[in-house]
């Protein structure tokens, strides 16, 4: 029996949730060994939504309280075997961190926390690569405590940082690597590959040979 991946996606009310559609391409083409069970976005109309009706997953709108009550309502009602954040901005409370993944388009930790999301992130990288603290940026994946982007990073993908780079030009760049990674790395937490206590940063598994880690 396939895993079931419950995705939480927030999005806007005129787009995104890109990241959930290749999640849901990929399931059907064998790259993710695994069901999309249904996408939960905190807007009740807009980019997932739309998605979601087009990819004939269930869609359900999620309006707080952001709190461990109502997230475990959702995860009670879905039973996930992992559950998968992808543009997702409230803060979860209440979640199994050894199941529970982020994908983030900025090296961690130093563009993550609290307000570091989406554009933010790629204006605070070039402005650390103006002032020559980095020379790229990154996709970062982890698992996910109650602290914005902290528990244990399992995906390290570089993208390099152009001197020619507006916000919006390396914000493309990427979500290109993220498209290309997040099903690929999703599948191998999914299968067990990669894998965490939950408690320990010691803990963490990862196959032999994997070469998707910070230097």
């Given at each position: 029996?396939?895993?079931?991946?419950?995705?939480?996606?927030?999005?806007?009310k005129t787009g995104g949730g890109s990241g959930f559609q290749k999640l849901v391409e990929n399931s059907q083409t064998k790259v993710l060994n695994a069901e999309i069970v249904a996408v939960i976005s905190n807007q009740p109309a807009g980019g997932v939504f739309?998605?979601?009706?087009?990819?004939?997953?269930?869609?359900?709108?999620?309006?707080?309280?952001?709190?461990?009550?109502?997230?475990q309502?959702?995860?009670?009602?879905?039973?996930?075997?992992?559950?998968?954040?992808?543009?997702?901005?409230?803060?979860?409370?209440?979640?199994?961190?050894?199941?529970t993944i982020?994908?983030?388009?900025?090296i961690?930790?130093?563009?993550?926390?609290?307000?570091?999301?989406?554009?933010?992130v790629h204006k605070a990288a070039i402005e650390k690569f103006k002032a020559g603290k980095i020379k790229n940026t990154a996709v970062s994946m982890h698992?996910?405590?109650?602290?914005?982007?902290?528990?244990?990073?399992?995906?390290?993908?570089?993208?390099?940082?152009?001197?020619s780079d507006t916000p919006e030009i390396l914000a493309h760049r990427v979500n290109q690597a993220e498209h290309k990674y997040q099903s690929y790395i999703t599948n191998l937490v999914t299968q067990g590959e990669i894998s965490w206590d939950g408690k320990n940063p010691e803990s963490l598994k990862l196959p032999e040979g994997y070469?998707?880690?910070r230097k």
């Open positions: 029996m396939k895993k079931k991946i419950l995705v939480f996606a927030s999005g806007t739309e998605k979601a009706r087009n990819l004939n997953i269930k869609f359900e709108y999620f309006s707080g309280p952001y709190d461990s009550l109502n997230y309502k959702i995860i009670d009602k879905y039973q996930p075997d992992v559950i998968a954040l992808s543009g997702w901005l409230k803060l979860v409370k209440g979640l199994d961190p050894k199941k982020n994908i983030h388009p900025g961690l930790p130093e563009l993550g926390g609290k307000g570091m999301y989406g554009i933010h698992f996910v405590t109650e602290k914005y982007d902290e528990g244990p990073v399992f995906f390290h993908y570089p993208v390099k940082i152009l001197e070469k998707f880690l």
